[in-house]
């Protein structure tokens, strides 16, 4: 005679606790992602920060153009006006 050998079984309620464990895990990544900048490479973040300093220096360089611009106006005004008095 062959020996049968007994297989335990797992009920319901322990296959539905490991897929709401699952469906939980599942949704706390969802919700992580949103926080990506939290896990993110610290590579990433030298990079990220790199780039935001760049564009900052380029507006500032584009505002100091623009003052720059007004102000050589003003020099080349304003000498006509001295020359005047």
């Known amino acids: 005679r ?3 050998i007994e297989v335990p079984r797992r ?8 897929l709401s464990v699952m469906l939980s ?3 706390l990544g969802v919700g992580s992602a949103s926080s990506s900048e ?5 590579i990433r ?3 990220n920060l790199l ?7 380029a507006e500032e360089g584009e505002q ?8 050589m106006c003003w020099c080349k005004t304003g000498s ?4 005047a008095s």
Do not use: C, H, I
């Not at 939290?38 to 610290?42: D, G, I, K, Q, T």
């Not at 100091?64 to 102000?71: A, G, I, R």
């Not at 006509?80 to 020359?83: A, N, P, Q």
């Open 25 to 27: 895990f599942a949704l």
């Open 51 to 57: 780039q935001q300093m760049q564009q900052k220096v």
């Open 45 to 47: 973040k030298v990079v």
């Open 38 to 42: 939290a896990r993110m490479n610290p």
């Open 64 to 71: 100091e153009q623009t003052l720059y611009d007004k102000f």
């Open 11 to 18: 009920g319901v309620s322990t296959a539905m606790t490991r």
């Open 80 to 83: 006509g006006d001295l020359d």
């Open 2 to 4: 062959a020996r049968s």
